[in-house]
Each structure stands twice: as structure tokens, then as C-alpha cells.
């Protein structure tokens, strides 16, 4: 089975600046897919990027980047240019790939609170 | 844009109380996934569905059981509700291979 863990639980950042939220996964599988997810305050949890394992690129949308490391199992979550909106709580998620039993479940980390200071 | 929605923000009810909670996605999504959320512990897998009235079991069926007699409709059931089981729950919807789109969750306390 597969593990993801987020060995942090709170972190902070200063508004504008930039922040890096850690995952590591555990797997067998040589093609799956990553996801981090934003939960803020309002509670409606919201795709924030996705990467898929045999792309070698990194992912990017906007401010939100990752730095996707296949041989160390390790997927983080850079946050540039922080602003108050991204105060929320962040998940990061592993997915085996489409069909067979998996039907696309997810697997989720902990979680990691992030704060941002004006 | 996609609408996942479920039928109550907030539940309160007593041990031993059966429970429904709805979730309903209007985008004719064939998978329907029901989770908890508890501080520490992330987001675990209850129950999910691939089409109507299928289901399979997640990481922690145990004291629930679902049902999707509609494509668009993914209800989660608590045969008799216990202190334990209060907790976030969040619904979510994807089409076969595609991201999940979640609901915005409904806080249950049973007393």
C-alpha cells in the first residue's frame, strides 16, 4: 500500500515571500500521479497542482511550483510570492494511475497548516 | 465548472442515531468517494462508488455503508452512530483518470 507523509505540520511565511512544504511518498508502483491540495478556512478543498510521474518536467502553475524527485520519493510544494489567500491547510495526495482496482483513490498525507504574515 | 454539494455544513446527533449524509455532483462523474478528516490524520478513504449502485470498500469502512442508486447522488450511511465517528466528512467526484473535485464538507458531532 501506499504511504504519503508531511513531516510538517505548521509553517509560516511573510507575505511576498517564499515558502517550501515537504511530502515524501512511499510506492512500488512506476507510474502514479501527485497532487497537492489547498484547504482554506471556508473548508472547500481545491486542486492546486498535479504531476504525473513519468513527466521528468516539473509542474508549475503561477506562483505554485514543484520539485518532483522520483529515485527520492519526494514531491514538495513551492509557494512564491506568498499572499494572505494562500493561508490554508495543504495536502499533499498520490494517485495510481487510471483503471485497474484503483479507480482513482486517493492517498493523503497529513497535512500541513501554512500561515502567512502580512 | 464543476458543483459538488452536500446536504448539511453542520450535523449534530445522538449515539445510536442513524445517519445520512448526501452528496451530489452535477457533472456526470462515474467515480463518487466518500473521506473523513481528522486533525493529524489527514483525509482516509470510506467508501467509494464507480458507477451506480456499485461500491467498494476504502481504508476505514468499518460502522458505514453507502449508496449510489443515482449516477449523481453518493449517500453515506451511519448505522448507528457513535462518539467516535464525529469528524469532517468530505465528498468528492472525478471523471475515471481525471483530478477529484470536492464538496465543502459537513462537520458531524455525535454526543
Known amino acids: 500500500a501506499q504511504t504519503v507523509t508531511q513531516s510538517q505540520p505548521e509553517m509560516s511565511v511573510q507575505e511576498a515571500e517564499t515558502v517550501t512544504l515537504s511530502c515524501t511518498y512511499d510506492t512500488s508502483e512506476s507510474d502514479y500521479y501527485l497532487f497537492w491540495y489547498k484547504q482554506p478556512p471556508s473548508r472547500q478543498m481545491i486542486l492546486v497542482i498535479r504531476q504525473e510521474a513519468y513527466k521528468q518536467q516539473n509542474a508549475t502553475e503561477n506562483r505554485f511550483s514543484v520539485n518532483f524527485q522520483k529515485a527520492a520519493k519526494s514531491f514538495s510544494l513551492k509557494i512564491s510570492d506568498s499572499q494572505l489567500g494562500d493561508a490554508a491547510m495543504y495536502f499533499c495526495a498520490y494517485r495510481s494511475p487510471a483503471g485497474g482496482t484503483s479507480y482513482g483513490k486517493l492517498t493523503f498525507g497529513q497535512g500541513t497548516i501554512l500561515t502567512v504574515h502580512p | 465548472d464543476v458543483k459538488v454539494t452536500q446536504s448539511s455544513r453542520y450535523l449534530v446527533k445522538r449515539t445510536g442515531e442513524k445517519v445520512f449524509l448526501e452528496c451530489v455532483q452535477d457533472m456526470d462523474h462515474e467515480n463518487m468517494f466518500w473521506y473523513r478528516q481528522d486533525p493529524g490524520l489527514g483525509l482516509r478513504l470510506i467508501y467509494f462508488?464507480?458507477?451506480?449502485?456499485?461500491?467498494e470498500k476504502g481504508d476505514i469502512p468499518e460502522g458505514y455503508s453507502v449508496s449510489r442508486e443515482k449516477k449523481e447522488r453518493f449517500s453515506l450511511i451511519l448505522e448507528s452512530a457513535s462518539t467516535n465517528q464525529t469528524s469532517m466528512y468530505l465528498c468528492?467526484?472525478?471523471?475515471?483518470?481525471?483530478?477529484?473535485?470536492f464538496g465543502p464538507g459537513t462537520r458531524l458531532t455525535v454526543l
Open positions: 468528492a467526484s472525478s471523471l475515471l483518470g481525471e483530478s477529484q473535485f
Open positions: 462508488s464507480y458507477d451506480v449502485k456499485m461500491k
